[in-house]
């Protein structure tokens, strides 16, 4: 029916009902019935994107511009509130996914945790899917690594991998508070942004294999950005360096 109304000026309804095997009466019943939630959706999500697209010098693709934030889950707060400070380790975190791609076509995607207070990773995981269990992995990982005590902030997006029922179970049960970025706003999760970008531009968006990336990120992160990477908010100390030096003061 959109197509009909789109040609309409160069051919007659009648042409282009029989084109498309349809009734002149059904199309002009379409003409006049009210617009659908979900089309009403669709709408205001275009202009979301592209605000946001825009907003961001036309360089955010989709994997940055979206998220499956159109769930029934229960979204929290913005409680971080663009605070990408802590004055210690395990008072907040921040967490996102990201994609790279494989050969020409397959993805590989990367959900990854910070320490906002020294710029640690303290927990990543890296799937084929992007879903809750990749997110819960990098969760576990952190919590594992870190075992931090009741009264951790925790930050993401509102992607359902994030709102999913076993995530807010997990922070629930270390006494972890949850925030979520406002709807289409990635600014309030600038900072695991930023590091996105840098693992890209410093390493690679796009791997020969699986294997290949696998063993490239593990190499990225654990020991490269983690221990020796310099960072400029660090006074010019790697995350690793910055936590043994707050530790020993």
């Not at 002149?24 to 709408?43: I, K, L, T």
């Not at 975190?93 to 910070?114: H, N, P, Q």
């Not at 992995?137 to 359902?160: N, T, W, Y």
């Amino acid at each position: 029916m959109p197509g009909i109304a789109a040609e309409k000026a160069e051919y007659t309804i009648a042409e282009c009902c029989r084109a498309l095997r349809v009734s002149a009466s059904g199309f002009y019943a379409w003409q006049q019935r009210p617009e659908s939630p979900h089309a009403v959706r669709d709408r205001q999500l275009r202009v979301l994107i592209r605000a946001s697209h825009e907003g961001n010098r036309r360089a955010y693709g989709s994997p940055r511009v979206l998220t499956m934030s159109d769930h029934g889950q229960p979204i929290a707060g913005n409680v971080l509130d663009r605070q990408f400070v802590a004055e210690r380790p395990n008072q907040r975190w921040v967490g996102d996914t990201t994609e790279f791609l494989i050969g020409s076509s397959a993805k590989l995607y990367l959900a990854a945790i910070m320490d906002l207070h020294s710029r640690f990773i303290v927990g990543w995981a890296l799937s084929a899917v992007n879903d809750r269990h990749l997110t819960l992995s990098a969760l576990d990982k952190a919590l594992k690594r870190r075992c931090p005590e009741a009264g951790l902030l925790h930050h993401s997006d509102q992607g359902c991998t994030y709102a999913s029922e076993d995530y807010r179970t997990r922070l629930d049960a270390h006494g972890i508070t949850c925030s979520m970025s406002r709807r289409g706003n990635c600014y309030d999760s600038a900072v695991m942004e930023s590091w996105f970008s840098t693992v890209k531009s410093e390493e690679a968006e796009r791997f020969e294999s699986y294997a290949h990336a696998k063993e490239a990120l593990f190499d990225y992160i654990e020991v490269f950005y983690n221990q020796r990477r310099r960072h400029s908010t660090l006074g010019q100390l790697s995350p690793a360096e910055f936590e043994r030096r707050f530790n020993a003061a």
